[in-house]
């Protein structure tokens, strides 16, 4: 596709059970981002995959919260045992490069929005 | 905390009028980048600009920067209702992972 796909677009599910959110970035790119937006708030850094590999995760609010990447391209981000607090849209937005080279442009997908019942 | 902090939170204007928007920052960047986001939406990018620049246009457009202040702007000229939506900066560049702001809420009445 042209731009960044995630899906599902919308997740409903019940406090306690897994959920797997997935990222495809646009082809060729190799820089990876997770973002979590809670309504009305700013972006919260994630992760960021540089290729299959993850130089920083230091956004990972707690150890319930993983991310892989396969092959330089889909990613997923898994969250166990879900909590009421995780409820949030999750973003993922790719770029051609690393940050440091040239600081590409981000290009995000519309979401999951994910909500904890 | 490194991320850029945009200001007002809010703006409400009416179409035609200009819309300016600041952020601010705490360390030293090498460029800035201001995102757009509607509602229900990513965040599209609109601009960046690096720190060797005072000034950049892009259409109605327009983004300065100062880093002795460590802050930018983003002017929207003659605004458009469909100009309604959220803006956030992002410090980038460097080994840095860009970071967002809450962002601006732009509502402009037809």
């Known amino acids: 596709g042209a731009g960044v796909s995630q899906s599902p677009s919308n997740k409903v599910t019940e406090k306690g059970k897994d959920v797997e959110l997935r990222c495809d970035p646009i082809?060729?790119?190799?820089?990876l981002y997770w973002y979590r937006q809670r309504l009305g708030q700013g972006l919260e850094f994630l992760i960021y995959f540089q290729g299959n590999s993850a130089p920083d995760k230091s956004g990972l609010p707690s150890d319930r919260f993983s991310a892989e990447r396969t092959g330089e391209s889909v990613s997923t981000l898994t969250i166990q045992r879900t909590q009421q607090e995780d409820s949030a849209v999750y973003l993922c937005?790719?770029?051609?490069?690393?940050?440091?080279?040239?600081?590409?442009?981000?290009?995000f997908g519309d979401g999951t929005r994910l909500s904890i019942l | 905390s490194q991320q850029g902090e945009e200001d007002p939170q809010a703006l409400s204007i009416q179409e035609g009028e200009n819309a300016t928007m600041n952020c601010s920052y705490k360390t030293s960047i090498n460029n800035l980048q201001w995102y757009r986001q509607n509602s229900g939406r990513g965040l599209v990018h609109l601009i960046l600009?690096?720190?060797?620049?005072r000034e950049k246009h892009s259409g109605r457009l327009r983004v300065t920067l100062d880093t002795s202040k460590k802050s930018s702007s983003l002017l929207i000229t003659a605004s458009r209702a469909a100009d309604t939506a959220s803006y956030f900066c992002a410090r980038a560049g460097g080994s840095y992972i860009p970071t967002f702001g809450r962002g601006t809420s732009l509502i402009v009445h037809p």
């Open positions: 937005a790719s770029s051609l490069g690393p940050p440091g080279t040239g600081a590409q442009p981000q290009h």
């Open positions: 082809s060729g790119h190799t820089a």
């Open positions: 600009i690096r720190s060797n620049e």
